[in-house]
């Protein structure tokens, strides 16, 4: 990724949702030239991108021949998908371009993918850990962990704002990372929400978070805040379980846990998308976090 020829760095992102959009205008605010594609997007996707202020370009031919590094940013469900659709265009433009898959998926996951593309263009196995960065400043962000034989090659978008950590390992090292900082901290939530709900089932919703206040105030801290704002996501999150489940391969290392999480996700997701402000579920975890966010932000 030589810039000594004064051209700024083409930056492709594939996923134009919260995450790839603010990527987008981090790269865009570090100096580097930030592109998308809207084909196909919603209206929300759309203004997520102008708000962002990235430039667009629907054509997938012209869009794989003006990037230098494509990154894919989609739900995990979509990871395969993402990689069919760009395959043959990848292979009709020489191996030009780095293609850096950084979806939450398995190592399985991301090796299918590497090597699908095998022969059409470079490849880094990638983790996003942390949200999105937010707008007006380059010291603050997530950080991405990069794996395989070309994760150095990413480590030039530091200069354009990026937080980039090599990992000295196989494709598949970064995603084994990913989903196992993924497990825990999803994985809470998932618990979280699962014992609240019961507790509210059998009238103990006041007394269980008496309790964590006495005895687990760290634990209700982060369960306070995090779990409406878990909400939204959790229609993501279902396939991120089942990866998870994938990744550990078997009940006997705790696969079936996240099998179980990723049906609880769905109901969350269901529940979310009812009317008249969610369903049960979302009820009853909605009022367990408003009952304990000024013991949260005291704790």
């Known amino acids: 990724m030589d810039e000594s020829n004064h051209e700024p760095l083409t930056v492709g992102i594939i996923g134009a949702g919260e995450m790839g959009t603010a990527i987008g205008r981090r790269l865009r605010e570090g100096g580097a030239r930030a592109i998308t594609t809207l ?80 022969g059409d263009c470079r ?16 010291d603050r962000g997530p950080r991405f962990y990069a794996s395989g034989a070309d994760a150095v090659s990413l480590t030039g978008l530091r200069q354009h704002g990026l937080d980039i950590a090599v990992i000295d390992g196989p494709i598949g090292a970064a995603s084994a990372l ?34 964590l206040a006495r005895s687990q105030p760290a634990l209700l801290s982060m369960i306070g805040p995090r779990m409406p704002t878990m909400f939204p996501k959790a229609y993501r999150w279902v396939a991120e379980m089942e990866e998870i489940a994938a990744f550990l391969g078997d009940s006997e290392n705790g696969a079936t846990i996240y099998g179980g999480m990723a049906r609880l996700y769905e109901r969350v997701a269901a529940d979310w998308e009812k009317s008249g402000g969610g369903g049960r579920l979302i009820r009853d975890l909605e009022s367990f976090a408003a009952a304990v966010m000024p013991a949260s932000a005291s704790a």
Not at 51 to 71: K, P, Y
Not at 98 to 104: L, Q
Not at 123 to 137: K, V
């Open 39 to 118: 084909r196909g997007r919603s209206p929300a996707s759309m203004e997520r991108v102008r708000r962002a202020g990235l430039e667009t370009v629907d054509d997938d031919s012209n869009f794989v021949l003006e990037s230098d590094l494509i990154l894919s940013i989609v739900p995990p469900g979509q990871a395969v998908a993402v990689a069919e659709r760009y395959h043959q265009t990848l292979k009709g433009n020489s191996g030009k371009a780095i293609f850096v898959e950084c979806n939450a998926v398995s190592p399985a996951t991301v090796c299918q993918i590497a090597e699908l593309l095998a």
């Open 123 to 138: 490849f880094i196995d990638a983790g996003i850990i942390g949200g999105p960065p937010p707008a007006g400043t380059l």
């Open 178 to 211: 990913k989903l196992s900082y993924a497990g825990l901290t999803k994985g809470l939530i998932a618990l979280a929400a699962a014992m609240i709900g019961g507790a509210t089932r059998a009238g103990l919703a006041d007394t269980l978070s008496a309790e």
